[in-house]
């Protein structure tokens, strides 16, 4: 019954910004390839699943990729999702493609690992464009 919930609310979300461990659970599946042609088959538009040090893969009906890891000695990984959607989000709010918008939100996320708890290590935009000029790549 909760998977056909979550299956009708898919079916609403334009973007999705599931990490791992949740959609995991949420649809039973643990393929990234079957989970995102899951929420791209209930109507999502846009994927972003989070993939905590392994970086993001994000997909559209289009194109998919796995967006490579912005490296970092994490501390404390409280809000680093929250700090990965935030990102994300204003990115794409900026006009970022998916893809690019990835890469800033990686970097933002991990470097918000650095420092403990989840509102102080928030990274400025000045840092993590500085970052981004480091080559943050998309594997493919």
């Not at 890469?103 to 403990?116: D, H, P, Q, V």
């Not at 000045?126 to 594997?139: H, P, S």
Request: proline content about 5%; overall charge negative; glycine content about 10%.
């Amino acid at each position: 019954r909760a998977r056909g919930i979550m299956r009708e609310a898919f079916s609403l979300t334009d973007i999705c910004l599931p990490s791992w461990d949740d959609i995991t659970i949420l649809t039973g599946l643990d393929d990234r390839d079957a989970i995102v042609d899951y929420l791209l088959g209930c109507g999502v538009e846009l994927v972003a699943l989070k993939l905590g040090e392994e970086g993001s893969y994000i997909a559209t009906q289009e194109s998919r990729a796995l967006v490579a890891p912005f490296p970092v000695r994490p501390v404390d990984a409280t809000g680093a999702g929250d700090c990965f959607g935030g990102s994300f989000i204003a990115r794409l709010a900026a006009d970022a493609d998916p893809f690019d918008a990835a890469r800033y939100a990686n970097i933002a996320a991990a470097l918000s690992t650095t420092g403990y708890g989840a509102v102080a290590p928030i990274p400025h935009a000045e840092t993590v464009r500085a970052r981004l000029e480091q080559g943050v790549t998309v594997i493919a």
